[in-house]
């Protein structure tokens, strides 16, 4: 049974870093990629960045380029978001998730998912 589980976040004033991490057990053979999404309240869930399991490819959205990055630690079945230069439109509940597919910005080709992380940005 996979599980994930993101740890990391809370509250920062705006301007400041967080490092968000992904603890991933019972990984299937045909993990292609991770990926990390997040949800505001009130709004839909959003793609923020994903990492190829084996490759060395990675995309992010737009709004978090350039602030954001994306790593993983294969032994480790860990993946990680380092987020600097925080706003507070970057407040929101974030997860990550698991894909058969490979990189990609849908959710839908993600098919396990972590319970979230709060990551909370004040101005």
């Known amino acids: 049974q996979v599980q994930l589980v993101e740890s990391g976040g809370g509250l920062v004033l705006a301007g400041g870093s967080l490092r968000l991490s992904c603890a991933a057990a019972g990984l299937p053979g045909r993990t292609a990629a991770m990926g990390w999404f997040r949800q505001a309240p009130g709004k839909e869930r959003e793609f923020v960045a994903t990492i190829s399991w084996s490759e060395d490819r990675s995309y992010y959205a737009d709004s978090v380029k350039g602030r954001f990055a994306i790593s993983r630690d294969n032994t480790k079945n860990t993946v990680f978001l380092q987020m600097n230069s925080l706003k507070p439109e970057d407040t929101a509940v974030y997860y990550c998730?698991?894909?058969?597919?490979?990189?990609?910005?849908?959710?839908?080709?993600?098919?396990?998912w972590g319970r979230g992380t709060q990551v909370t940005v004040s101005s």
């Open positions: 998730a698991e894909s058969r597919w490979g990189t990609s910005r849908l959710s839908s080709n993600y098919d396990y």
